[in-house]
């Protein structure tokens, strides 16, 4: 699960960099095996500001290519709030049902 600042203290072009590092990591993970087990690589986003926002859950995407799309979230600007955004995460890791 990534947690990405999209806060108005990064600034766009550096949130820019931020996703597409996560678009870099993605690529080296295993997405698109047919069988499910524990080789297999799930990702989830999280954006946050003054307020964290969940951009999609761990089993939301199946196929890389997909998850490449998803990871160009918008930028929200705002104020920075870090902690939010890790107590969201941990109730979505928390809660989050497997499929």
């Not at 761990?58 to 998850?67: D, E, I, Q």
Request: hydrophobic share 45%.
């Amino acid at each position: 699960m990534f947690a990405l600042d999209a806060s108005g203290s990064i600034g766009f072009d550096n949130f820019q960099r931020l996703t597409q590092f996560v678009g870099q990591l993605v690529q080296t993970l295993d997405i698109d095996s047919v069988t499910s087990g524990p080789t297999i690589s799930r990702v989830g986003l999280v954006a946050f500001s003054d307020s964290a926002v969940l951009q999609f859950h761990l089993n939301r995407y199946k196929t890389k290519a997909s998850l490449l799309q998803a990871v160009n979230v918008p930028y929200l600007t705002g104020w920075t709030n870090t902690a939010h955004a890790i107590r969201f995460k941990q109730i979505i890791r928390d809660t989050e049902v497997y499929a």
